[in-house]
Nanobody, 124 residues
Framework: QVQLVESGGGLVQTGDSLRLSCAAS????????MGWFRQAPGKEREFVAA????????YYPASVKGRFTISRDNAKNTVTLQMNGLKPEDTAVYYC?????????????????WGQGTQVTVSS
């Protein structure tokens, strides 16, 4: 019912910037809270950012605060993640996720829908 497609990943150097996009489709998807997660090989899936349905509430962990910014455009059914000052430890597959909740949580278990992911690689 809800489909999410990420794009914008790539290979960059330390200090570079990337802008990830998530195209969402599905009934009432504009009322869903959205989030970004990442997962590196052998590691747990980690919370990166989240945004409420109306963009009034934004959440970030300390690892990305001040460097990453999440935003959404409900008219275009898109969610973006602007990543600045990238570091090698940011290397991972980045996933877009959606939940029926209007306010997002930081646990991956609370999200119902997931994209296929886009690879971000930051060289040292």
């Amino acid at each position: 019912q809800v489909q999410l497609v990420e794009s914008g990943g790539g290979l960059v150097q330390t200090g570079d910037s990337l802008r990830l996009s998530c195209a969402a489709s599905g009934r009432a998807v504009n009322y869903y809270a959205m989030g970004w997660f990442r997962q590196a090989p052998g590691k747990e899936r980690e919370f990166v950012a989240a945004i409420s349905w109306n963009s009034d509430n934004l959440y970030y962990p300390a690892s990305v605060k001040g460097r990453f910014t999440i935003s959404r455009d409900n008219a275009k059914n898109t969610v973006t993640l602007q990543m600045n000052g990238l570091k090698p430890e940011d290397t991972a597959v980045y996933y877009c996720a959606a939940t029926r909740r209007v306010l997002p949580g930081e646990s991956a278990a609370t999200y119902e829908y997931w994209g296929q992911g886009t690879q971000v690689t930051v060289s040292s």
